[in-house]
């Protein structure tokens, strides 16, 4: 049986797919290429911006990001991955539209910091005025 698809959907910034789709493939111990992680990226900048969505008003991301979670479950992902932050102020309306498992960039970066010890303290976050205004 062939190894689960990551989607991801990327493009907003145009670089965060791509960065995570090379970061994927780094970190995936493989003694050949064949052995590494199937993954399709979805990129598409034109999703209207989700700062402005959030604290102005501005027209919703939501209908363009839908459309790409589903050209992704066409192209047979089993769960999907959403390099932007800002994006995971509609995470749920994301994750009750589609039978893919959402990798949530909150919780994986939780489980990552509790792994290497790092729990129950400060940490420090980059993100958008979204993000941080919104509490994300």
Do not use: F, K
């Not at 789709?21 to 780094?26: I, S």
């Not at 399709?40 to 209908?63: F, Y």
């Not at 994301?94 to 959402?102: D, E, G, N």
Request: with cysteine; charged share 15%.
């Amino acid at each position: 049986m062939a190894e689960p698809i990551i989607g991801v959907l990327g493009g907003m910034g145009p670089l965060a797919g791509a960065d995570l789709l090379a970061r994927l493939t780094l970190a995936t111990p493989a003694a050949r290429d064949q052995h590494r992680v199937r993954a399709v990226l979805w990129s598409d900048p034109t999703v209207p911006d989700r700062t402005e969505a959030a604290v102005a008003g501005c027209p919703s991301p939501l209908p363009a990001m839908l459309a790409g979670v589903r050209v992704l479950e066409a192209a047979g992902a089993g769960c999907l991955a959403i390099p932007c932050n800002t994006a995971y102020l509609w995470a749920g309306e994301i994750a009750s539209a589609t039978r893919l498992r959402l990798i949530h960039i909150v919780d994986a970066a939780a489980a990552a910091l509790a792994a290497r010890g790092i729990a129950g303290g400060t940490i420090g976050l980059l993100g958008t005025a979204a993000t941080l205004r919104l509490g994300l």
